[in-house]
């Protein structure tokens, strides 16, 4: 299959144009002046319905939406864009609505970009004792764009807020300087966008060090998703499939960690052919989706989704809570919400899929989880706990926020039995080296969903 990218530019050459109506257009156009928009073949042609389009979780998922922007600055830039405004009054105003967006949700520059001998290691984060991120500088890209995506700035013109490296040699530095990483997540954008040759290149290069500390090499994807001819038909699918074998038979856990959003993407004749042969070269599949208003908001949906999933060999993994940043407000759910919606969907499968954990938040201190919403002496808290944290002694502590019916995000809690802070704010502060934390943020940063 060719793979023929559609974005802003090129509108009208999509199959299916004739269909949009006019205020879809109008949308679409306005709404992806600032956020990125690129959709493609296998998309528009196999995944999406388009006789429903305006309400389908795959068309929201690709097309920007009007509701994506609040209606004042919707408005604001549709009358810029219809007076034909200069372009640098337009585009001034373009990179403001994206500062107001959140792009880097507070700490991602700051607090997990390590050094090394002096130098800042751009293209890697280092936050939990045994992972470190990569993000290979030709990854930085997708197949396709998600309209909820929080990398975006990635994608638009932010280029200084793009984390990117080119040398595999400050990797294998910077692994050998910290014996305790066994992991390395390889990450974007979506590193399959890579040909493999360039993929191969860094994965050579990490392999041929030897560290005896790697276990496990992650890559994040949404190949599987927006574009499984990834295995099946592109020139260099056999190669890449090659390369996938030859991390297994070095003794490496090699995982891909697939983000599906919907059931749907789970059921075109070339993404069950694209599983199989990935499963084929030794290869496990995991995945991991935020809960996502107009997306997946129901609870039959994931469960759906995840016994799919094991039926197809792929492992569920993690459930994210929508972040806050881009249009968080059009994807968001409250915090309560979120679980009901997990826990539902927990109950109704088999053991065998129990293997997803959630819903967690990615925050400042850590991935935080709502392990539910309880009374304890009279009061009604959410109890949480870290999957993961920045001193990994926190994990799997329970502790207790305030109930609140409004909540989407960890900095809207605060402590319950009126206590004055959680107990690893001192000690987040501490490793943070602030000293203090603006209300009770517990800001979130780096990538999560791909
Ligand atoms: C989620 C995440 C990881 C991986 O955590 P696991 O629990 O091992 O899946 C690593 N680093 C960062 C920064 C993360 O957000
Ligand atoms: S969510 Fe992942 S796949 Fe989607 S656009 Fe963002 S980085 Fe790409």
Same mark, same amino acid.
């Given at each position: 299959m060719k793979y023929h990218v559609y974005a802003r530019h090129n509108l009208d050459k999509i199959p299916t144009y004739g269909k949009l109506s006019k205020e879809q257009i109008q949308s679409? #156009?306005?709404? &992806? =002046?600032?956020?990125?928009? #690129?959709?493609?073949? +296998?998309?528009?042609? =196999?995944l999406i319905d388009w006789d429903n389009? *305006?309400?389908? $979780?795959m068309y929201i998922l690709s097309f920007p939406q009007k509701g994506m922007l609040k209606s004042k600055q919707f408005r604001a830039l549709s009358e810029l864009v219809e007076k034909n405004t200069n372009k640098a009054e337009l585009a001034k105003y373009i990179e403001e609505l994206r500062l107001n967006l959140n792009p880097h949700p507070a700490g991602q520059l700051e607090h997990n970009v390590p050094t090394l001998k002096g130098e800042v290691l751009s293209g890697i984060q280092h936050k939990y004792r045994e992972t470190m991120l990569f993000f290979p500088t030709q990854g930085q890209t997708c197949h396709a764009y998600c309209t909820f995506c929080f990398r975006w700035p990635q994608f638009t013109g932010l280029n200084e @807020? #793009?984390?990117?490296? #080119? *040398? /595999?040699? @400050?990797?294998?530095? +910077?692994?050998k300087e910290n014996p305790s990483i066994t992991d390395i997540l390889i990450t974007g954008g979506d590193p399959m966008v890579m040909k493999t040759e360039i993929l191969e290149r860094y994965i050579n290069g990490i392999l041929s060090a030897e560290l005896p500390q790697l276990k496990t090499i992650r890559i994040g994807t949404k190949s599987l998703s927006f574009w499984p001819y990834r295995y099946i038909s592109d020139p260099d699918s056999w190669d890449l499939l090659n390369l996938l074998r030859r991390v297994n038979e070095k003794g490496i856990h090699l995982a891909l960690m697939a983000h599906i959003n919907h059931p749907r993407e789970l059921e075109t004749d070339a993404v069950k052919e694209a599983i199989a042969r990935i499963r084929e070269t030794? /290869?496990?599949?995991? &995945? *991991? &989706? $935020?809960?996502l208003r107009h997306i997946n908001d129901d609870p039959a949906l994931w469960a759906s989704m995840w016994k799919k999933q094991v039926n197809l060999g792929i492992i569920p993994y993690y459930m994210f809570v929508a972040r806050d940043t881009g249009a968080q407000s059009y994807f968001g759910l409250s915090l309560e919400r979120t679980h009901q919606i997990f826990h539902e969907a927990y109950q109704q499968i088999s053991g065998i899929g129990r293997t997803v954990r959630g819903p967690s938040m990615s925050a400042g201190p850590g991935k935080v989880r709502i392990v539910g919403i309880s009374e304890v002496k009279g009061e009604k808290v959410f109890v949480l706990e870290f999957l993961q944290g920045r001193n990994p002694d926190w994990v799997g502590q329970p502790f207790f926020a305030a109930y609140d019916a409004e909540a989407q995000w960890l900095d809207d809690l605060v402590p319950a039995f009126g206590e004055k802070e959680f107990f690893y704010e001192q000690e987040y502060m501490k490793l943070l080296k602030v000293d203090k934390l603006p209300g009770h943020v517990l800001s979130t940063d780096n990538k999560q969903y791909a």
């Amino acid at each position: 299959m060719k793979y023929h990218v559609y974005a802003r530019h090129n509108l009208d050459k999509i199959p299916t144009y004739g269909k949009l109506s006019k205020e879809q257009i109008q949308s679409i #156009k306005i709404v &992806s =002046e600032v956020l990125p928009f #690129k959709t493609n073949n +296998y998309v528009v042609n =196999e995944l999406i319905d388009w006789d429903n389009y *305006q309400t389908d $979780p795959m068309y929201i998922l690709s097309f920007p939406q009007k509701g994506m922007l609040k209606s004042k600055q919707f408005r604001a830039l549709s009358e810029l864009v219809e007076k034909n405004t200069n372009k640098a009054e337009l585009a001034k105003y373009i990179e403001e609505l994206r500062l107001n967006l959140n792009p880097h949700p507070a700490g991602q520059l700051e607090h997990n970009v390590p050094t090394l001998k002096g130098e800042v290691l751009s293209g890697i984060q280092h936050k939990y004792r045994e992972t470190m991120l990569f993000f290979p500088t030709q990854g930085q890209t997708c197949h396709a764009y998600c309209t909820f995506c929080f990398r975006w700035p990635q994608f638009t013109g932010l280029n200084e @807020l #793009k984390f990117a490296m #080119k *040398q /595999t040699k @400050l990797v294998v530095a +910077y692994l050998k300087e910290n014996p305790s990483i066994t992991d390395i997540l390889i990450t974007g954008g979506d590193p399959m966008v890579m040909k493999t040759e360039i993929l191969e290149r860094y994965i050579n290069g990490i392999l041929s060090a030897e560290l005896p500390q790697l276990k496990t090499i992650r890559i994040g994807t949404k190949s599987l998703s927006f574009w499984p001819y990834r295995y099946i038909s592109d020139p260099d699918s056999w190669d890449l499939l090659n390369l996938l074998r030859r991390v297994n038979e070095k003794g490496i856990h090699l995982a891909l960690m697939a983000h599906i959003n919907h059931p749907r993407e789970l059921e075109t004749d070339a993404v069950k052919e694209a599983i199989a042969r990935i499963r084929e070269t030794g /290869t496990t599949i995991r &995945s *991991q &989706s $935020p809960i996502l208003r107009h997306i997946n908001d129901d609870p039959a949906l994931w469960a759906s989704m995840w016994k799919k999933q094991v039926n197809l060999g792929i492992i569920p993994y993690y459930m994210f809570v929508a972040r806050d940043t881009g249009a968080q407000s059009y994807f968001g759910l409250s915090l309560e919400r979120t679980h009901q919606i997990f826990h539902e969907a927990y109950q109704q499968i088999s053991g065998i899929g129990r293997t997803v954990r959630g819903p967690s938040m990615s925050a400042g201190p850590g991935k935080v989880r709502i392990v539910g919403i309880s009374e304890v002496k009279g009061e009604k808290v959410f109890v949480l706990e870290f999957l993961q944290g920045r001193n990994p002694d926190w994990v799997g502590q329970p502790f207790f926020a305030a109930y609140d019916a409004e909540a989407q995000w960890l900095d809207d809690l605060v402590p319950a039995f009126g206590e004055k802070e959680f107990f690893y704010e001192q000690e987040y502060m501490k490793l943070l080296k602030v000293d203090k934390l603006p209300g009770h943020v517990l800001s979130t940063d780096n990538k999560q969903y791909a």
